[in-house]
């Protein structure tokens, strides 16, 4: 069983349209992040999420808008597509916040912008 | 906000040799971890060090955290072909997990 799984795998799209990305853990985590990775690699933190609610929120476009059904489940929608959100998106889930613990990341999301 | 800095940046070695990666942070912080990310894979995590601790080994891999000197290394031991990968360190202030660029090792067979 994978324990962070996230889909898709691969986007590709045009500028202008919209997006999901969808992040689901089996892990009974109470904390799950989104992780933006550029094309030198590096990593920045957008948001994370504990039991369903908000606790970090980035400098990050309001085009993207995080959305929590429940503590398993951590999707990311795009508004809006841009050429500088091409990159590769990281699901992450730990078992408490505030990185007393280890991160459990997803195979990544891979978005391509056109 | 970017805390950890890797060092160096590539790195690339004969299989059997140790490769050593060092991490600078800027804020105190509580512990500092070590992940690991094959090429089109997700980040794993190897190692997690608290502030008090000054070493701590997990099979071929010693970390050592200078809290005085904000830095930390990673020593791989007798590395493998299957280590070539890039490894970052992560820090939990002043935002969990903030983590570095990431060091590019090869290992070459």
């Known amino acids: 069983d994978t324990a962070v799984s996230q889909t898709p795998k691969y986007l590709v799209t045009q500028m202008g349209n919209d997006k999901s990305i969808k992040c689901e853990q089996n892990?009974?985590?109470?904390?799950m992040y989104w992780y933006k990775q550029d094309s030198k690699k590096f990593l920045k933190i957008m948001f994370s999420?504990?039991?369903?609610?908000?606790?970090i929120n980035e400098t990050v476009p309001n085009r993207f808008s995080p959305k929590s059904p429940d503590k398993a489940h951590l999707n990311l929608h795009i508004n809006s597509l841009e050429l500088g959100d091409s990159a590769v998106y990281f699901c992450?889930?730990?078992?408490?916040?505030?990185?007393?613990?280890?991160?459990?990341f997803g195979e990544g999301s891979r978005l391509t912008v056109l | 906000s970017q805390q950890g800095e890797e060092d160096p940046q590539a790195l690339s070695i004969q299989e059997g040799e140790n490769a050593t990666m060092n991490c600078s942070y800027k804020?105190?912080?509580?512990?500092l971890q070590w992940y690991r990310q094959n090429s089109g894979r997700g980040l794993v995590h190897l190692i997690l060090?608290?502030?008090?601790?000054r070493e701590k080994h997990s099979g071929r891999l010693r970390v050592t955290l200078d809290t005085s000197k904000k830095s930390s290394s990673l020593l791989i031991t007798a590395s493998r072909a299957a280590d070539t990968a890039s490894y970052f360190c992560?820090?939990?202030?002043?935002?969990?997990?903030?983590f570095g660029k990431g060091t590019r090792l090869s290992v070459i067979a």
């Open positions: 992450a889930s730990s078992l408490g916040a505030g990185g007393t613990g280890e991160l459990f």
């Open positions: 892990l009974g985590h109470d904390t």
């Open positions: 999420y504990n039991n369903k609610e908000l606790i």
């Open positions: 804020t105190s912080i509580n512990n």
């Open positions: 060090i608290r502030s008090n601790e």
């Open positions: 992560a820090t939990d202030r002043p935002t969990p997990l903030v």
